[in-house]
């Protein structure tokens, strides 16, 4: 990254996806926050992946509407079984092991693997939880009240703490310019450009 660069604000605006997107994405955020500010400015939406890259700010700015939190998790599974067979389509397959074939579509999900799965989903959930609790100086407990996967407009958002302050794109780029402490002595690079 540019030396000359003070601070970075990062404009968030995603309804969420996938965990390991999201945690790529937050990686790179912390990296880049162990040098220099970093404030989000929330758009119409930052819930779910779009929180989770958004925690570990140094400060969090959104619309009084913006859909945030969403801190939850969810796996969908599919299960083409039925229609599969009302088209003359099956399937024949071989594994390894009782888990091997736990992501096949062609069949329902035995107990067991639901069991699994919903084990794997805790275990992002929990890690979830804890980045939010993390960056938000927040107890765990207290994230974990607010979290089980609600939306949050971004004025009860702040009264939650989840985030700082009401303000749009040019008020975020005024407080990145105040925490970096370069006054009114700066310039925007859009990265990347339009």
Known sequence: MDPLTRAVVLRVNSPGGSAVASE???R???????EKSVVVSMGGYAASGGYWVSANADSILADETTVTGSIGVFGIYPN??????????????AKT????????????????????????A????????AKV?????LSYDQVA??????????????????????????????????????GDNYRI???PEE
Do not use: C, P
């Open 97 to 120: 092991s009782r888990f091997a074939d736990i992501t096949n579509i062609s069949r329902a999900k035995t107990k067991e693997e639901m069991a699994v799965l919903y084990g794997l």
């Open 24 to 26: 790529i994405i937050e």
């Open 28 to 34: 790179e955020v912390r990296l880049i926050h162990k």
């Open 145 to 182: 009240e607010i979290a089980q996967g609600r939306v949050w407009s971004g004025h009860d958002a702040v009264r939650i703490g989840l985030v700082d302050k009401i303000g749009g794109l040019f008020d975020a780029i005024e407080e990145a310019a105040a925490l970096s402490g370069v």
């Open 80 to 93: 083409i079984e039925v229609i599969a067979a009302d088209h003359g389509i099956t399937f024949d397959g």
């Open 189 to 191: 690079v859009q990265v």
């Open 133 to 137: 609790s993390e960056g938000r100086n």
């Open 122 to 129: 805790q275990q992002v959930y929990d890690l979830f939880v």
